[in-house]
């Protein structure tokens, strides 16, 4: 039995899991070596040529950041459904290689990009690819101009058929602002995710409100809350702040009024 | 033909019957609606941007405030999706106590609703026994963790409290009283002409518009749209029980009240299952690190509340607090639908079609 199988034992007794270093360690990495190897699968598979490859995503600013990199658990689709904080014996490092196994979603996420990329143009999809942490959920980010154009066609299109909207949510990166929505067919029982980039400082997206109704409310309170504009939306008002509120209280940079709240 | 005038009528936002603080602008020409906006935001505690400054733990007692009548799916939003985005498996036991607290808190809350709906259209005595039963419930609930309304029950990783001894015989002997007295409230309230008059072809909607406006939960399922995440969208061990999804088919206020009572009763019957079903000894917490550093990335899960579709949207950048989170608070989607619904009906069905709808307003106003 090796040091930490010991360890392992003992937690199980107690109930109490210890905080050492390689439970915390293990977590934070199988996370980051999943994504990095996920990366370069979408790399292989996306040779069309992209656009605005420089502006900063959260990947990529993710790979910039010199991060400690001591091996952690080997990352793979098995190690995900198991105790994250169960270290595990460092007696394997050549499983640590294998590359992950091609998502289930994958053909279906490539059957997305090739329709959208025919109907509305190449460039309409700036960047695709499988969030394996959330059920291999397909995720698009398309490009601000064909938004809606996308949008409606992610509705109507009998391939796609998205006729419910499950959420729509707004994210400020600091470096630019994101609009999330996550989209559901209720007749293919399949997810997707698209998200849309704009700038900071003037933050400004097509509204999808005559798409779904349901944007309506939601792009009201991103609005409200992140102070990203939409452009065509019926009744762009504060809807959970009060009129007179200064300021989009979830930026980043919003200064409280009164700090010790 | 009597001549009658424009008037701008205001409810609430402190009104009994608008459940909460919500304010509704009414444009009314005689008793006919021609307009009604909703006014929200007195509730909005910022529970988003508290978030942000709060460990996941720390989040959890917050998300009991936003939906006060079912906080146990509340709960369990926050941690499904902590533990989705760090991959750690919940043991068996935690998960079957999850499932049995989750169910009772759906029957307690529909008990609720059952109550105050009735109240809005005139009868007192449902309220009272409803709120009768409901109180076990709560007994039931402050027994396994010592709180009734804001529980605070579930961890990431699993839940804070096993079943006391004799917990599951009293859960057990509640379902069995609850059936009884279900059979009894249908034959009260169907028996009841006024009830069948204020119900049946009110505030319909089609499930076109359903969809359109994202609505979940009975007022999603009353227009004859069979979409239950439990079913259609497993989580947790909803797969291992078997019960249906009740649906309506003229999506009117008759068709939500047989929904959600129909519902109590297939909770009624997870419950039992669950309880049948319940594993001898194990643990009630997964091992996770006692500071939860989430890896970086970004999860969506939505699971179905008493109100419909709770979603949880969590971005993550590897901190022990969440970048940004949101939460897709059904009672929010479901209300946007309401000046639809109003529009052309009588002044005195305003109370019976929002009693309908069943909004929680701190979950509007997050």
Same mark, same amino acid.
């Given at each position: 039995?090796?040091?930490?199988?010991?360890?392992?034992?003992?937690?199980?007794?107690?109930?109490?899991?210890?905080?050492?270093?390689?439970?915390?360690?293990?977590?934070?990495?199988?996370?980051?070596?999943?994504?990095?190897?996920?990366?370069?699968?979408?790399?292989?598979?996306?040779?069309?040529?992209?656009?605005?490859?420089?502006?900063?995503?959260?990947?990529?600013?993710?790979?910039?950041?010199?991060?400690?990199?001591?091996?952690?658990?080997?990352?793979?689709?098995?190690?995900?459904?198991?105790?994250?904080?169960?270290?595990?014996?460092?007696?394997?490092?050549?499983?640590?290689?294998?590359?992950?196994?091609?998502?289930?979603?994958?053909?279906?996420?490539?059957?997305?990009?090739?329709?959208?990329?025919?109907?509305?143009?190449?460039?309409?999809?700036?960047?695709?690819?499988?969030?394996?942490?959330?059920?291999?959920?397909?995720?698009?980010?398309?490009?601000?101009?064909?938004?809606?154009?996308?949008?409606?066609?992610?509705?109507?299109?009998?391939?796609?058929?998205?006729?419910?909207?499950?959420?729509?949510?707004?994210?400020?990166?600091?470096?630019?602002?994101?609009?999330?929505?996550?989209?559901?067919?209720?007749?293919?029982?399949?997810?997707?995710?698209?998200?849309?980039?704009?700038?900071?400082?003037?933050?400004?997206?097509?509204?999808?409100?005559?798409?779904?109704?349901?944007?309506?409310?939601?792009?009201?309170?991103?609005?409200?809350?992140?102070?990203?504009?939409?452009?065509?939306?019926?009744?762009?008002?504060?809807?959970?702040?009060?009129?007179?509120?200064?300021?989009?209280?979830?930026?980043?940079?919003?200064?409280?009024?009164?700090?010790?709240? | 033909? +009597? /001549?009658?005038?424009? =008037?701008? !009528? $205001?409810?609430?936002?402190? #009104?009994?019957?608008?459940? @909460?603080?919500?304010? &509704?602008?009414?444009?009314?020409?005689?008793?006919?609606?021609?307009?009604?906006?909703?006014?929200?935001?007195?509730?909005?505690?910022?529970?988003?941007?508290?978030?942000?400054?709060?460990?996941?733990?720390?989040?959890?007692?917050?998300?009991?405030?936003?939906?006060?009548?079912?906080?146990?799916?509340?709960?369990?939003?926050?941690?499904?999706?902590?533990?989705?985005?760090?991959?750690?498996?919940?043991?068996?036991?935690?998960?079957? +106590? /999850?499932?049995?607290? =989750?169910? !009772? $808190?759906?029957?307690?809350? #529909?008990?609720?609703?059952? @109550?105050?709906?009735? &109240?809005?259209?005139?009868?007192?005595?449902?309220?009272?026994?409803?709120?009768?039963?409901?109180?076990?419930?709560?007994?039931?609930?402050?027994?396994?963790?010592?709180?009734?309304?804001?529980?605070?029950?579930?961890?990431?990783?699993?839940?804070?409290?096993?079943?006391?001894?004799?917990?599951?015989?009293?859960?057990?002997?509640?379902?069995?009283?609850?059936?009884?007295?279900?059979?009894?409230?249908?034959?009260?309230?169907?028996?009841?002409?006024?009830?069948?008059?204020?119900?049946?072809?009110?505030?319909?909607?089609?499930?076109?518009?359903?969809?359109?406006?994202?609505?979940?939960?009975?007022?999603?399922?009353?227009?004859?749209?069979?979409?239950?995440?439990?079913?259609?969208?497993?989580?947790?061990?909803?797969?291992?029980?078997?019960?249906?999804?009740?649906?309506?088919?003229?999506?009117?206020?008759?068709?939500?009240?047989?929904?959600?009572?129909?519902?109590?009763?297939?909770?009624?019957?997870?419950?039992?299952?669950?309880?049948?079903?319940?594993?001898?000894?194990?643990?009630?917490?997964?091992?996770?690190?006692?500071?939860?550093?989430?890896?970086?990335?970004?999860?969506?899960?939505?699971?179905?509340?008493?109100?419909?579709?709770?979603?949880?949207?969590?971005?993550?950048?590897?901190?022990?607090?969440?970048?940004?989170?949101?939460?897709?608070?059904?009672?929010?989607?479901?209300?946007?639908?309401?000046?639809?619904?109003?529009?052309?009906?009588?002044?005195?069905?305003?109370?019976?079609?929002?009693?309908?709808?069943?909004?929680?307003?701190?979950?509007?106003?997050?």
């Amino acid at each position: 039995m090796s040091e930490q199988e010991k360890n392992a034992s003992q937690e199980e007794k107690t109930g109490l899991p210890e905080v050492d270093q390689v439970g915390k360690n293990s977590v934070a990495n199988e996370g980051v070596d999943k994504r990095q190897a996920e990366k370069k699968l979408d790399k292989d598979q996306d040779d069309s040529p992209k656009e605005n490859k420089k502006e900063p995503s959260s990947e990529q600013v993710s790979n910039v950041d010199p991060k400690p990199t001591p091996k952690g658990p080997q990352p793979s689709v098995t190690g995900k459904s198991k105790p994250a904080a169960t270290p595990r014996p460092r007696s394997k490092p050549k499983e640590e290689k294998e590359p992950l196994p091609p998502s289930p979603e994958e053909p279906i996420l490539n059957q997305y990009v090739k329709i959208i990329r025919e109907k509305i143009g190449n460039e309409a999809v700036e960047e695709f690819f499988i969030n394996r942490a959330n059920d291999h959920l397909p995720t698009l980010i398309i490009k601000k101009e064909a938004w809606e154009q996308v949008a409606k066609l992610a509705r109507d299109h009998p391939d796609f058929s998205f006729n419910y909207m499950q959420s729509c949510s707004g994210v400020d990166y600091e470096t630019h602002m994101e609009v999330v929505i996550h989209l559901c067919s209720l007749r293919r029982r399949k997810r997707v995710c698209f998200r849309v980039r704009t700038d900071r400082d003037r933050a400004k997206v097509p509204s999808l409100s005559h798409i779904w109704e349901a944007a309506n409310w939601n792009e009201r309170e991103i609005y409200d809350l992140l102070g990203i504009q939409f452009e065509n939306h019926p009744k762009l008002e504060r809807i959970l702040m009060p009129d007179h509120w200064v300021g989009h209280p979830l930026r980043k940079d919003y200064v409280p009024l009164d700090k010790e709240v | 033909m +009597l /001549r009658t005038e424009e =008037m701008i !009528l $205001n409810v609430g936002p402190q #009104h009994p019957s608008t459940h @909460g603080v919500l304010r &509704l602008v009414v444009k009314i020409d005689g008793e006919v609606i021609q307009e009604a906006e909703p006014v929200i935001g007195y509730l909005h505690r910022g529970t988003e941007k508290l978030a942000e400054d709060l460990t996941y733990t720390q989040i959890i007692p917050y998300t009991d405030r936003m939906d006060y009548l079912s906080a146990m799916t509340n709960n369990y939003a926050i941690c499904h999706a902590t533990e989705k985005l760090m991959g750690i498996e919940i043991p068996e036991r935690a998960e079957f +106590l /999850r499932v049995i607290v =989750m169910e !009772l $808190n759906r029957v307690a809350s #529909h008990l609720v609703w059952l @109550g105050t709906a009735l &109240l809005d259209i005139g009868a007192m005595s449902p309220f009272l026994y409803c709120f009768r039963d409901r109180e076990k419930i709560l007994d039931l609930f402050n027994e396994l963790c010592g709180a009734r309304i804001t529980y605070n029950y579930m961890r990431v990783g699993g839940v804070k409290w096993d079943a006391p001894i004799g917990w599951l015989d009293k859960i057990k002997n509640f379902v069995e009283y609850m059936r009884e007295k279900m059979k009894e409230y249908h034959g009260l309230i169907m028996g009841n002409e006024i009830f069948l008059q204020r119900t049946k072809g009110i505030g319909i909607v089609s499930h076109e518009t359903a969809l359109s406006y994202g609505l979940s939960g009975a007022n999603l399922r009353c227009t004859g749209v069979k979409w239950d995440l439990r079913k259609h969208q497993p989580y947790s061990i909803y797969d291992r029980f078997k019960f249906e999804v009740p649906v309506g088919t003229r999506g009117d206020l008759y068709d939500k009240y047989v929904c959600r009572m129909q519902e109590i009763n297939e909770a009624l019957q997870i419950v039992d299952q669950a309880v049948e079903q319940f594993p001898e000894g194990g643990a009630i917490m997964a091992k996770v690190p006692r500071v939860l550093r989430v890896p970086e990335g970004e999860v969506y899960v939505g699971i179905e509340s008493p109100r419909g579709e709770l979603g949880c949207h969590i971005v993550s950048k590897g901190k022990d607090k969440p970048w940004r989170l949101k939460f897709r608070r059904p009672s929010f989607y479901n209300l946007q639908i309401l000046p639809t619904m109003l529009k052309g009906q009588n002044i005195a069905n305003l109370v019976a079609i929002l009693g309908g709808i069943d909004i929680v307003l701190g979950e509007v106003d997050g």
